[in-house]
């Protein structure tokens, strides 16, 4: 099974991707096809030993379109260059001309008492029909297509409405028309070539070659020289080293090897201020070195870092069509045929019922124009594209359509605790000496267990115990003990450390330690206790800091239509009770394991409706799944964050979230409003034909000029700042 991409000239609509799904469905090699309308692009999975991609652009030509293959499927690209591509301005430019001139002569030279058949009634008409192929050049071969498969379309419309506006000797209308629905297209293709440009732009960010450092070593000379060589990034391999100079952007992922700088991430994270990097650091492709010369080592190929999956996937999320989007393509597949069926009745009916045939034709062919659903089926992707535009470039990662609107619907809000309102690194805030040890052994003990586990909470134990014991011992046998702590052997002796739940089940737990535990937990603080099989060694506190944004992220996110944020963690009820008191969130769940966090967007959903996850996309990878929408934050170079997630968070700025809630409304409120404003217009005049005042010029300034409206408000959703406001 083989996969290719072709970039479609003339794909404009969905109404194209129709025919082209119409054409293609008697292939039998076919397997799979996949278009991006606002990329023209069209993805083919077929079988090489039953189809070729000759034959596939074969059948493609037969609609009126053009297939030509693309180098690289991977991302949104622009359309392949095409040597005509200044041909539809010419076209509608000799369309106007032609238009002005027959008119002129129309009223000029022939007057209002024109005779029929004069020489001036015949140029203008001559005139007209030059106007009137001018402006439907390009869309015959659609009609054509359309005509012969009975699948009506607004190219095929346009042609009956022109043409039985001549044959009624309306032959001004027909060209009129003609050269608006021209003029309409030529607009239409530059307003959504601006959301096309603004998805080529993030291919800009990443420059095209690396200065890749190497060794070599003279005949003779017992050292090695350096020397930078300029390639391809394509063809720098994993483990290379490339050079990077003060001001120019990174042209790989990778890791500091030699130098200090600070770089702008913004085109990564959407946070613009400089992050210091060092040795060891990463850095992204695409951002922008500040200034310090440094060289790094290449850790991924150029079609598989950071940036390069986020052109991807920002590409691959047309495909996931939103609720909107598909509501409208199924509309205009029932509108368009009701609307051609009642302009035949309107044409034949009142013309039987008062022998005026010539204008109730007339009226018939206005409504034929009214079908048009131009405006109403363009302006839902244009939308959808801008918004998962804008959201990429504030460094928020929207997987589809489908989720860019799912916000706007969600009412309850789960959130991870570690990491997420609080930031994520415990630290020591007491240690309690038990059964006759002292601090440092106490410390001793836990740091030794603890440097053996990932855990947060043991991390803090660890950095604690380094600053403090003189030197911590090797511990030996490490098990983990999940979701309670974990056991070890040091020095001979079996120890252990745990929550106070693991106490418990121990059963070496006193009165008086149930009730010091009991107090340190209700006052925020996390308790780890250390013991042998004989007795137990003390108790360590720790408590994880809340993130100073979170308080105000919280509220930000209530104003924006979130009515219950719930705060989900694995610590003691005492701490989360602490922590959700500082945050503001409405309800905790403590006292979690990673299986429980599940159970519990499972009953969160029950209680209130579709539920949205925030976590760091790995930990919390089972909830983030299990919920109508995943949210993972900080995923910046993390590929199981955003793999595992809806939507990813590049960074840590919770600034992120609230603003992807606003962003998520106003995209809905968008995209609602051009439908009810293309709608309405077509129910004006629907009206106005049935009234007898409608008219084949008006009906198509009326729909070109919507389709102008509704592509200008949706590129709105391009210019967004982090707040989810317009930007100057």
Not at 193 to 218: C, M, N, Q, Y
Not at 257 to 278: C, D, H, Y
Not at 308 to 330: D, F, H, K, L, Y
Not at 556 to 577: C, F, H, P, Q, Y
Request: hydrophobic share 45%.
């Amino acid at each position: 099974m083989a996969r290719i991409t072709f970039h479609i000239s003339g794909m404009d609509c969905a109404e194209e991707v129709a025919a082209l799904r119409a054409a293609l469905k008697s292939n039998p090699g076919i397997e799979n096809l996949s278009f991006e309308v606002l990329n023209a692009k069209m993805s083919v999975q077929y079988d090489e030993t039953k189809t070729s991609p000759d034959e596939i652009a074969r059948n493609v030509a037969k609609t009126g379109m053009r297939a030509v293959p693309s180098e690289d499927g991977g991302g949104p690209q622009p359309p392949a260059s095409n040597p005509a591509k200044h041909g539809p301005a010419i076209l509608t430019a000799t369309s106007a001309a032609a238009l002005l001139a027959g008119a002129s002569i129309h009223h000029i030279l022939g007057g209002a008492n024109e005779a029929a058949g004069s020489p001036a009634e015949i140029i203008s008409r001559i005139l007209y029909g030059i106007a009137i192929g001018a402006g439907l050049w390009l869309v015959l071969p659609k009609a054509w297509y359309a005509l012969r498969n009975f699948r009506p379309d607004m190219n095929l419309l346009m042609v009956v409405a022109a043409i039985g506006a001549c044959a009624i000797g309306e032959w001004m209308e027909g060209a009129t028309v003609a050269f608006l629905f021209s003029l309409s297209l030529l607009l239409e293709t530059w307003s959504v070539g601006r959301a096309r440009r603004a998805i080529g732009a993030l291919l800009d960010l990443s420059p095209p070659k690396a200065r890749v450092v190497h060794e070599h070593k003279h005949h003779g000379d017992e050292h090695a020289h350096l020397h930078e060589d300029m390639m391809d990034v394509a063809r720098v391999p994993v483990g290379a080293t490339v050079s990077v100079k003060p001001g120019e952007r990174f042209p790989l992922d990778g890791r500091i090897l030699i130098g200090e700088t600070t770089v702008n991430e913004a085109p990564i994270t959407g946070e613009s201020l400089p992050v210091a990097k060092q040795h060891g650091s990463d850095v992204f492709a695409g951002t922008i070195n500040g200034d310090g010369a440094v060289q790094l080592i290449t850790t991924k190929p150029a079609d598989e870092t950071t940036l390069a999956r986020i052109i991807r996937m920002v590409g691959e999320a047309q495909q996931n069509r939103a609720p909107s989007e598909q509501w409208v393509e199924t509309f205009a597949r029932v509108y368009t045929p009701i609307v051609m069926a009642t302009a035949l009745i309107v044409a034949v009916l009142p013309g039987l019922m008062t022998g005026d045939w010539q204008k109730w034709v007339y009226e018939a062919l206005a409504l034929l124009v009214i079908a048009c659903p131009c405006a109403l089926v363009i302006s839902t992707p244009v939308s959808i594209v801008a918004a998962l535009t804008s959201a990429a470039r504030h460094g928020v990662l929207v997987k589809g359509g489908m989720f860019m609107e799912r916000p706007a619907r969600i009412r309850v809000l789960a959130m991870d605790k570690t990491g997420t309102l609080t930031r994520g690194q415990p630290e020591v805030t007491g240690v309690f000496p038990l059964s006759g040890h002292e601090e440092q052994e106490l410390l001793s003990i836990a740091g030794a267990i603890s440097s053996q586990s990932l855990h947060p909470l043991s991390q803090g134990v660890v950095r604690y115990a380094e600053s403090r014991a003189p030197k911590i011992s090797a511990a030996t046998d490490f098990q983990m003990l999940q979701g309670k702590g974990g056991t070890a052997v040091l020095n001979g002796e079996r120890v252990w450390i745990g929550s106070h739940k693991h106490l418990e089940e121990r059963g070496q737990e006193t009165p008086e330690m149930h009730a010091t535990l009991e107090e340190l937990s209700a006052n925020g603080s996390s308790v780890v206790v250390v013991g042998n099989e004989e007795h137990v060694c003390g108790f360590i506190t720790l408590a994880d800091t809340v993130r100073e944004e979170s308080p105000a992220m919280v509220n930000a996110l209530k104003a924006s239509g979130v009515e219950r944020i719930v705060m989900l963690t694995g610590d003691n009820e005492g701490t989360a009770r602490a922590i959700a008191a500082k945050t503001g969130v409405d309800e905790f769940i403590a006292e979690l394991l990673p299986e429980d966090k599940v159970s519990a967007v499972e009953r969160l959903r029950d209680r209130y409706g579709p539920v949205a996850m925030i976590g760091d996309g790995v930990n919390d990878a089972p909830a983030l799944a299990r919920s109508d929408l995943g949210i993972a934050m900080g995923s910046g170079g993390t590929d199981a964050a955003i793999e595992t997630a809806d939507i990813a968070l590049m960074n840590d700025n919770l600034a992120r979230v609230p603003w992807l809630f606003k962003h998520s409304r106003r995209t809905l409120g968008i995209i609602r409003a051009n439908i009810a404003l293309s709608l309405l217009v077509k129910a004006v005049f629907v009206i106005l034909t049935f009234a007898g005042f409608a008219s084949l010029w008006g009906a198509i300034a009326a729909d070109t000029g919507m389709s102008l409206l509704v592509v200008a408000n949706a590129l709105r959703l391009l210019k967004t700042d982090v707040d989810g406001w317009e930007a100057a």
